[in-house]
């Protein structure tokens, strides 16, 4: 499964920071940011299943961003 989310994140340092934590929180998942996207996108992929969107929502608040799930 592939989740995709709209979020306000702009640099690369920023983008790698997180990208550290989201793979510590679930090792089962790989994830990119688009930056030059206009929504700023994050991509996670779930190898074994279902994503909780949720999680890597507040995972980001916690970090003082923003994320939301782009519908399909």
């Known amino acids: ?3 995709v989310f709209k979020t306000n994140v702009k640099e690369l340092s920023q983008a790698s920071v997180l990208l550290d934590h989201i793979h ?9 940011f688009d930056l ?26 916690d970090f003082g961003y923003n994320a939301e799930v782009l519908p399909d």
């Open 1 to 3: 499964m592939i989740e």
């Open 24 to 32: 510590t929180l679930s090792e089962d998942v790989e994830a990119n």
């Open 36 to 61: 030059e996207d206009c929504d700023n996108i994050l991509r996670i992929k779930s190898h074994s299943g279902r994503i909780q969107p949720l999680q890597f929502i507040r995972l980001l608040n």
